[in-house]
């Protein structure tokens, strides 16, 4: 796997070796070893979880303020522009964003630490996002961003509206929101 820092050096861009011939393919989607080895992150991931969207679907800004999740994500099918979100008051990138696109096709993954709030936009007529979790899903701790945040400026790559839930279209602005030391 080639593990390369993204403009937030903390998120990561993983990009696994894909061995591939006429039949199709196979690469290994995750390795405790190997990501320790590459990435210097000794994760526990605990809890896996699985979704599809239409196009224009916009999950998030989701984070925990306890329970902080750590998150490996990945699109099996379909293509996201994937985003994090820097909530973490003591980093030098505090109120940055980076976003990359996944998709089926690229196989590419995108370590989100701890601290960071996440999102994505469906880009594809459909896709399916997998992710790994460093803590349990809890809704008492969980916290939702707007995702069009003035104070953010996120470039989402979308034109148009976004499909969003009522609970995402009643995220707190970035100046409200509850963030990490």
């Known amino acids: 796997m080639e593990v390369t820092p993204t403009k937030i050096t903390d998120v990561l861009m993983i990009e696994p070796k894909v061995f591939g011939d006429d039949r199709g393919f196979f690469y ?43 998150k490996l994500v990945r699109v099996i099918g379909g293509e996201v522009l994937d985003v994090a979100v820097d909530l973490r008051r003591s980093s030098s990138t505090f109120g940055q964003w980076v976003g990359a696109i996944l998709s089926g096709d690229n196989k590419r993954q995108l370590w989100i630490p701890e601290g960071f709030a996440h999102g994505f936009v469906v880009l594809s007529e459909s896709a399916e996002f997998l992710y790994k979790t460093t803590d349990y899903y809890a809704p008492e701790y969980e916290r939702c961003i707007r995702w069009d945040d003035g104070d953010l400026s ?16 009643k995220g707190l602005s970035f100046k409200e929101a509850d963030l990490f030391e």
């Open 28 to 70: 290994e989607s995750f390795n405790k070893i190997r990501f320790e080895e590459a990435t210097g992150i000794a994760a526990d991931f605990v809890q896996d979880n699985h979704s599809k969207s239409t196009k224009g679907v916009l999950r998030g800004l989701h984070y925990q303020i306890k329970q902080v999740q750590g």
């Open 154 to 169: 996120i470039d989402w790559q979308f034109s148009g509206k976004p499909l969003v839930s009522d609970k995402d279209a």
